[in-house]
């Protein structure tokens, strides 16, 4: 069966973006690959300067994953500082790749701009060899990215293959896959930008842990278009193809279909806020329940890292032994 790797920094609260863009996609996924899917602390300790940040984002992020569906039967969901073995292969990926192809990373010279004024630690550097450590543990054949993470891919794969051209065949050699295709979720405030996290302004974010009062307040707000004609027209009317694309991934219909139902800009407003709101209800619910009985979130967090230290360490063997560290053969 495909082997299928997606990672998630632990970084903040999840949004309808990740939801309807990605996470919802993990969960169909589940049942037509063995997929794999890591917390990716360590990554994100590339930009963290606080303690105790880290493990509490991590645990959120654990009972967010299981509560969206992601079911620990099937899908293996680690933490990736529980594996040592991420950290170990890494440094047998940074002796692989070289300073100057790290260097052509666009992400990391995007990132080091951004961080000007603040710490740029050599871990934002050498992140892409821990990310291609992540991947080749698992012997992944697959690694579902957006646009952004394909060239840390295609660093993954140049140095898998140089590995085993060095040391004899060890490392399976992964490709990049576009997601499934999820919905397309932009800003309620700024309906041509993705919605993301990052901005300072979060009033045209939708938190998969927001209220029901707090959800319908945002889309009430939401940025509509000059005219009054409700239509899916990304180009010509981006705030309500917005609303129409929110509201037919949360009701399972096309943009085209839900445009069909609504004349009136509030009314399309208050429809959208509803359906998500029902949506998000029985997520908020488990998520609650999964966080109220953290033994048991452990335990289903022990559950997969067991089985991802199964693969990781039997790869880790391998490297070392087709490397030849003494002891090793
Ligand atoms: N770099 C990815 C991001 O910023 C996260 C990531 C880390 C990842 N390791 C990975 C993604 C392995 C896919 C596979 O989103």
Known sequence: MTRVLSCIQPTGEVHLGNYLGALRNWVIGQDKADVFHGIVDLHALTVTEKPGVLGANTLQLAAMLFAVGLDPDI?????????????QLGWI???????????????????????????VSAGLFTYPALQAADIVLYDANEVPVGDDQRQHIEITRDIAIRFNH???????????????????????????AKMSKSGDDDSGVIYL??????????????????????????????????????????TNTTPQKAAESYTRYGDLKSASAQAVIAMLSP????????????????????????RARAVASATLERAHKSIGFLGCN
Not at 100 to 118: C, I, P, W
Not at 229 to 249: C, M, Q, Y
Not at 290 to 304: F, N, Q, S, Y
């Open 209 to 250: 842990l927001d209220t029901p009062a707090a959800i319908e307040k945002k889309f009430k707000r939401a940025v509509t278009d000059s005219d009054s004609e409700v239509v899916f027209d990304r180009e010509r009317k981006p705030g309500i193809s917005n609303l129409l694309e929110i509201l037919a991934a949360s």
């Open 75 to 87: 899908a293996t969901v680690f933490v990736q500082s529980h594996i040592v073995e991420h950290s």
């Open 166 to 192: 060095r040391f004899g065949e060890t490392f399976v050699i992964p490709k990049a896959v576009t997601p499934a295709s999820g919905a397309r979720v932009m800003d309620l405030q700024n309906p041509t």
């Open 93 to 119: 990926m940074e002796c692989t790749v070289s300073f100057g192809e790290l260097s052509r990373m666009t992400q990391f010279k995007d990132k080091s701009a951004k961080r000007e004024a603040e710490f």
């Open 283 to 306: 997520i908020q619910a488990k998520y609650d329940e999964l966080l109220r009985d953290k033994a048991e979130l452990m335990r289903l967090i022990h559950k997969g890292n067991d």
